[in-house]
Every structure is written in structure tokens, then in C-alpha cells.
């Protein structure tokens, strides 16, 4: 019977799904890296808001994220981070992050991802649906610090390498 | 035993996959309604590629991606299209595509999304990380026509609606 279940099969995995998501983490840290430290903090196109405050609103997304999603445990949001506008602050709880959701992911089961949620207490959806908000998110977001790395006139990561 | 089958969780099934992609589709096609016809054709930030050119890539991934996973008959990537500065035709051959995806995807069996092929005869991965890639790269490219329209002093239409 359970050789028959592991047969069945999964568009993908919780596990691919993970691994898809920190190719997407490690191509953004590239990004930052990319970033002369005084235009991380400062620069904008079209007051839109600076590459470090939507990096800020990243982090204050992912880990908590998957942390409340797999204890059940509500915190509100949280995009504001003391950086000392140092990037390396930033890159530091980036690397955090990356070890938070490695830990918190397993303990999501397969059945869960279509259990309905409010994540951060506030916005609805399903576990899947919220957890590709994250990551549309932050690709959204990183596609506009290419752009603002171009205007630069510094070229980004290649799009393509995770 | 089917009952069974069918209860097996999934983390996403195909057709949710589908819905998702299309509502990014959607929310790409107001992206480009959002833009002066002219600016659409000839805007650009540090030497980017127009937003026009980035849709007419998208254009060349996406019906025809999918007709490839679904049917196995590979052509060549083609990103040209003939548009004559008229975003009413491309409007019109994204709508096209939005069809063509939903005829072919149905015909993407759930055990295909985990065999490897070689998209366009070129790009070798498998079925899922090939469409991840086909999603990512738009929501990717999309970012980058926020940033114009908000260096042109338009507000995007609403990221989180789909």
C-alpha cells in the first residue's frame, strides 16, 4: 500500500518546491551582492521604494513565513530591520533565513499545503497559495533591483543560475 | 483503489498550477495595457530591452511551450513577432496564447511533470522546472515594465490581484 502511495505522482515536491525556492534565495543574495552599498540604501527609480527596503520586506516575509506555517504560531509582519545601513547586516540575516526555512520547511506535511490559512493574521489563502506569494514576491521585487542595477550601469546575476 | 489514489495529497495539482499562471497571464496582460502605446514600443532604463520585447519573448515561451510538453513536436524559440507598433496585436496574440495554454495543458499527463526533456532543443530540465521557469521568467520581466511605468509617473496595476 505505501509502496502503491510514494508511487502516485507529484507535480512536485514539498522537496523540490524547497529547492526551487532557495535557487531563487541564493540568485537574490547575489543580487544584493551586486549593489554598491550607498545605492542599496539609497537608490530609486520613480519613487518606488529602494532595493534595501524590499529586501527588508523579503526577509520579513520568508522565514517568519514558513516558521508560522509550520507552527502555527501568528506574528504580524515585520519589514522594518536595524542594518546600520550596512549590507553585510542585511546579507547576514539573509543567511539566517536560508537556515530558518531549511528547518521549519520539513515540518510543513504534504497534506497541509491545501489547508486554508491566514498567514501573518491577515491575509487569506491556502498554504501553497501563500507560499508562492512569497516567492512571486521576491522575484517580482528582485526583477526591479535589475532593473535598478542596470541603471547603474552594473550588470545583474545571470536570471538563469540558481 | 482509485478512491485512494485520489486522496493522496497533492502539494499543487495541474489544474491549480494552471489557474495560478493564468492569473499571473492576467495580471501581465494589464501590466501592458497600463503603458502609452508609445512608450510600450520605446521606453527603456540602461539599456534594457523595451517592454514590448520582453512581452514578445514571454509571447515565444509560453503557447508555444506548452503545445511542446504537451504534443513532444519541438520548434525553435521565436521571440520576433510582427506588431507594426500596435499593442492591440500583441493584446491579441496574448489572448491567442491564453487559449492555446489552456488547450494543450489538460493534455499533460500528472506523471509527465517529472520527465526530463530539452525545451526548444535547447534548454534541457524537465517538465516542471521548464514551466516554473516559464512563470518566474514573466513575473521576472513584468517587475522590470513596473519600473518603467513608474519611472513614466504610472501606477502599475495591483501585484497581489490576479
Not at 76 to 97: Q, R
Not at 101 to 108: A, E
Not at 116 to 141: A, C, L, R, W
Amino acid at each position: 500500500m505505501h509502496t502503491t502511495l510514494n508511487k502516485v505522482p507529484q507535480v512536485i515536491s514539498s522537496q523540490e518546491l524547497l529547492e526551487h525556492w532557495q535557487g531563487h534565495r541564493a540568485l537574490t543574495r547575489r543580487t544584493i551582492e551586486a549593489f554598491p552599498e550607498e545605492a542599496f540604501f539609497n537608490h530609486t527609480i520613480g519613487g518606488m521604494r529602494t532595493f534595501a527596503e524590499m529586501v527588508m520586506e523579503l526577509l520579513g516575509i520568508a522565514g517568519p513565513g514558513i516558521k508560522e506555517i509550520a507552527t502555527g504560531n501568528t506574528a504580524p509582519l515585520n519589514e522594518h530591520l536595524e542594518h546600520g545601513n550596512k549590507k553585510e547586516v542585511l546579507l547576514e540575516l539573509w543567511d539566517k533565513a536560508t537556515e530558518e526555512i531549511n528547518t521549519f520547511w520539513p515540518q510543513i506535511k504534504e497534506e497541509q499545503f491545501q489547508k486554508k490559512i491566514k498567514i501573518f493574521g491577515q491575509y487569506e489563502g491556502t498554504v501553497i497559495s501563500s507560499i508562492f506569494y512569497f516567492i512571486d514576491n521576491e522575484i517580482h521585487h528582485r526583477g526591479q533591483g535589475y532593473v535598478y542595477l542596470r541603471s547603474l550601469g552594473i550588470e545583474p546575476p545571470a536570471f538563469y543560475e540558481r
